[in-house]
Nanobody, 123 residues
């Protein structure tokens, strides 16, 4: 079965940086596009970023473009999200999952994603 374990979230000051990780197992990681989504307090799931299986194509929602970088290490079956210049509005639970999505697509149900990791940006 597909298993996804997010880690790296913590409390960070505005303007700070974090690196989130998503450890994947139970499928052939390298052939699957992967995605980060997030859920802000009191909000629904929001698509953040996607990456192709071969690491050649990436895309981001406009609010994080230029600040966040999605990457992957297929040899380690791990997906990453580098988060820089963090803002309070980035506070959310961040989830990873299979697929290549966009801003206006309906996202899969909650069982498609990992358990999530909490990022809190606050002074």
């Amino acid at each position: 079965e597909v298993q996804l374990v997010e880690s790296g979230g913590t409390l960070v000051l505005p303007g700070g940086s974090l690196r989130l990780s998503c450890a994947a197992s139970g499928f052939t990681f390298s052939v699957w596009p992967m995605t980060w989504v997030r859920q802000r307090p009191g909000k629904g799931l929001e698509w953040v970023s996607s990456i192709s299986g071969d690491d050649l194509e990436t895309k981001y929602t406009s609010s994080v473009k230029g600040r966040f970088t999605i990457s992957r290490d297929n040899a380690k079956n791990t997906l990453y999200l580098e988060m820089n210049s963090l803002k309070p509005e980035d506070t959310a639970v961040y989830y990873c999952g299979q697929g290549y999505f966009s801003d206006y697509q309906v996202l899969p149900a909650s069982d498609h994603w990992g358990q999530g990791t909490q990022v809190t940006v606050s002074s």
